[in-house]
């Protein structure tokens, strides 16, 4: 775990990422090796066993199906729907607003939403 982005959404989805990780592939073997440094190999970023864990994240920050619903019922993302789905959803703006900006590449988009760790 690191703080290098300084961001609530990415710390949020490491966080649940690497549990994910130990539930599906640390619980049944003591001798599985953990990869502790950041990896830039296509192979080992694209294999099952992260996607697996980036699901596990999505899916236990945000219920898959209030995901879905929220995402097919609008074609723009302002600030004012974030924040209204992330309270029914009972989760901090800005991990909405993260997996938004990840998903749909809205990484440049404008936003009063604070995302850092104070």
């Given at each position: 775990?690191?703080l ?9 989805f ?21 990869i ?7 192979e ?6 992260e996607q697996e864990?980036?699901t596990?994240a ?18 723009r ?8 789905f992330a ?7 800005a991990?909405v ?7 749909f ?5 404008k ?5 850092k760790i104070?």
């Amino acid at each position: 775990m690191t703080l290098r982005y300084n961001k609530i959404d990415n710390f949020a989805f490491i966080l649940l990422h690497e549990l994910g990780y130990v539930y599906h592939h640390l619980k049944d073997y003591d001798e599985e090796e953990i990869i502790s440094w950041e990896s830039n190999d296509e192979e080992y970023r694209g294999s099952g066993r992260e996607q697996e864990a980036d699901t596990f994240a999505q899916d236990n920050l945000i219920d898959r199906e209030m995901w879905d619903a929220f995402v097919n019922s609008q074609t723009r993302f302002p600030d004012e729907a974030i924040k209204g789905f992330a309270h029914q959803a009972n989760i901090h703006p800005a991990i909405v607003r993260g997996r938004l900006c990840h998903q749909f590449d809205l990484y440049r988009t404008k936003t009063s939403i604070d995302h850092k760790i104070h």
